[in-house]
């Protein structure tokens, strides 16, 4: 059976940083693509980064670039994302998940991901 867990939400102010991790069971992060969603209340789930199975690839939203940064431990199994100089408008459920795909043209889109974590909250206060 396959877990994605994710962890590290919280409260942080706007500038600041803050890392969220997920940690997979029944899976090998290696041998899939991961990717980093977002989800508020009203809107569609947003897509926010993605590293690709091969590890050569990593695409990231052009309202994150330079902001964010997505790592994989395989040792640990774990995908870790590193948001810096966070904005009220990154406030949002975060959420990882797994792809068996490979392209950045298909990573964008939630529905070619198999497997999904229950997300963590991210707050940025203003």
């Known amino acids: 059976q396959v877990q994605l867990v994710e962890s590290g939400g919280g409260l942080v102010q706007a500038g600041g940083s803050l890392s969220v991790s997920c940690a997979a069971s029944g899976l090998t992060v290696s041998s899939y693509s991961m990717g980093w969603f977002r989800h508020t209340p009203g809107k569609e789930r947003e897509f926010v980064v993605a590293i690709a199975w091969s590890g050569a690839g990593r695409y990231y939203h052009d309202s994150v670039k330079g902001r964010f940064t997505i790592s994989r431990d395989n040792a640990k199994n774990t995908i870790a994302l590193q948001m810096t100089s966070l904005k009220p408008e990154d406030t949002a459920v975060y959420y990882c998940?797994?792809?068996?795909?490979?392209?950045?043209?298909?990573?964008?889109?939630?529905?070619?991901?198999?497997?999904w974590g229950q997300g963590t909250q991210v707050t940025v206060s203003s």
């Open positions: 998940a797994a792809s068996t795909l490979g392209s950045n043209i298909f990573l964008k889109y939630p529905a070619n991901y198999a497997y």
